[in-house]
């Protein structure tokens, strides 16, 4: 068996710093939205912690279910 190659430390710290501030940022400005919003507190309380505990799964979720009412008044029904 070959030896096990001490870890550079410098490497190990650097490796997924900038993705992890990345999401970060992105959760940060998610969590804003959701306490500006207009949504009853329990509403607020409950998006923020998803945000929170899923960070990834938990904004792709926001931004794609959060604004139905605000989506569907954009739209005009033909008569």
Do not use: T
């Not at 794609?64 to 009412?69: M, N, P, T, V």
């Amino acid at each position: 068996m070959a030896p096990i190659a001490p870890i550079d430390p410098g490497h190990a710290i650097y490796s997924g710093s900038l993705l992890s501030l990345i999401i970060l940022i992105i959760d940060l400005m998610a969590v804003v939205q959701v306490l500006n919003s207009n949504r009853p507190v329990m509403s607020k309380f409950l998006w923020c912690m998803l945000i929170f505990l899923c960070p990834i799964v938990g904004v792709i979720l926001y931004y794609l279910l959060a604004d139905r009412e605000r989506r569907r008044l954009r739209y005009v029904s033909i008569p």
